[in-house]
Every structure is written in structure tokens, then in C-alpha cells.
């Protein structure tokens, strides 16, 4: 089983939809990231968190400690949120990622 | 501009000749890291590096070396290239404070391919 699970594997939604990505992880994490990579392979840190949320423009990202969740939210999504986004935990310098999300806005 | 330059960005070569991939990275990062992506398999962890000659392995070591002489050089050595490391490879950088590894930034990638 991997250490590290991300839902859905892709989502495709309608231009202004919220949208929802998971990530819940089996082991004791110091921190927990999550990246964007865009179609051309970019990778682009978005956010890490240790604990609470952390707000950037539309994008939301959650997690609890506790529950070993994390949730990263898009409100008012847009076609140029379409990429893949990962979730990332450290357990102590090592780095672990879930599979990926990919996500499509439609116009 | 802040950036971490990984190079060459492409290269298609045969088993057994050695080659190095370099990054580089211009914000003083004490944090170095080398991944690779495959389908289905996502980003792994290579090797990483705390700072100057520290260097750690990662989830995939096998088959590869890096070196840590100069904080902002990451080298990623293949001695002996076979055809299973062919893949798409990132390195990153960031600040470790506080005992967190800050967000970090990410190369453009280099797309190996061993024939």
C-alpha cells in the first residue's frame, strides 16, 4: 500500500466549479506539500503545511494531523488550473509523493 | 530571476556510457533533491542533500551518485546507464528552517532515455 493516497486519480469539472483533491498519508510526517505540474512536465510548489490551512488566490489547502488528511481546494476553478497535483509528505528528510491528480476544467 | 537549471534537458544514449546530469540552483538553498517520474510509479526520491558534502540516499538510489562539493551544484552521476533509467528526472532546492523543508523549487526536467 503506498504511504501516500490521493483521490480522485482525475476530475474533470465545468469552468467555476469548487473543486476538491485529497490526500490521506500512513505515516508520521513533519510536513505535507502539495505541487502543480503542468502539461509541458513544470513542477511548481504550491503550498506546505505543518498544520491548519493556508490560503493563496483561489487555491485552499487544508490538513489535519490528527486524521492524517489533507485536502487542496479550487474555487472558482479555470481551464488554466488544468494540470496534475500532487501531494507530498516528508518523513524525516525523505520526500514521498502520492500518484497525482489530474484535472481538467472544461470552458 | 531565482531558478534551479537542470541540463542537459534531454538526452537519448546507450547502456553503459556514463553521463552526468547537472543542476544548479542561484538562492543559496542549503536543500537538494533529485527525483525521477515514471507512469504510474510517480516522483521518487533519488538522493537528497542537506548542504555541503551531506548526502543522503532517497526511496531509488540504485544505479546512481551524486556529489555535494559546492552548496549550489547537484550532480546526478549514472556510471553505468541500463535501459530502467530511462525516465523524467527533476531536481529541487529549497530552505530547510525550522525543521521543515521550505517549498521547493523545481527544475524544468531532463528526459532520459537508454537505449
Known amino acids: 500500500k503506498n504511504e501516500v493516497e490521493q483521490s480522485p486519480q482525475n476530475l474533470t469539472a465545468q469552468e467555476g466549479e469548487f473543486i476538491t483533491i485529497n490526500c490521506s498519508y500512513s505515516?508520521?510526517?513533519?510536513?505535507l506539500h502539495w505541487l502543480q505540474q503542468h502539461p509541458g512536465g513544470g513542477i511548481v510548489s504550491l503550498f506546505m503545511?505543518?498544520?491548519g490551512k493556508k490560503k493563496h488566490g483561489r487555491l485552499i489547502a487544508t490538513i489535519n494531523i490528527q486524521e492524517k488528511h489533507s485536502s487542496l481546494h479550487i474555487t472558482a476553478s479555470h481551464p488554466r488550473d488544468s494540470a496534475v497535483y500532487i501531494c507530498?509528505?516528508?518523513?524525516?528528510?525523505?520526500?514521498?509523493f502520492g500518484a497525482g491528480t489530474r484535472l481538467t476544467v472544461k470552458p | 530571476e531565482a531558478q534551479v537549471t537542470q541540463n542537459p534537458r534531454y538526452l537519448i544514449t546507450v547502456t553503459g556510457k556514463k553521463l552526468t546530469v547537472t543542476c544548479s540552483q542561484n538562492?543559496?538553498?542549503?536543500?537538494m533533491s533529485w527525483y525521477r517520474q515514471d507512469p504510474g510509479l510517480g516522483l521518487r526520491q533519488i538522493y537528497y542533500?542537506?548542504?555541503?558534502?551531506?548526502?543522503d540516499k532517497g526511496d531509488v538510489p540504485e544505479g546512481y551518485k551524486v556529489s555535494r562539493k559546492e552548496k549550489r551544484n547537484f550532480p546526478l552521476i549514472l556510471e553505468s546507464p541500463s535501459p530502467n533509467q530511462t525516465s523524467l528526472y527533476f531536481c529541487?532546492?529549497?530552505?530547510?528552517?525550522?525543521?521543515?523543508?521550505?517549498?521547493?523549487?523545481f527544475g524544468d526536467g531532463t528526459r532520459l532515455s537508454i537505449l
Open positions: 529541487a532546492s529549497s530552505f530547510p528552517s525550522g525543521g521543515f523543508i521550505q517549498p521547493q523549487h
Open positions: 505515516v508520521g510526517i513533519s510536513a
Open positions: 503545511l505543518s498544520s
Open positions: 507530498a509528505v516528508r518523513v524525516n528528510n525523505d520526500m514521498r
Open positions: 538562492m543559496n538553498h542549503e536543500y
Open positions: 542533500s542537506m548542504n555541503v558534502e551531506v548526502t
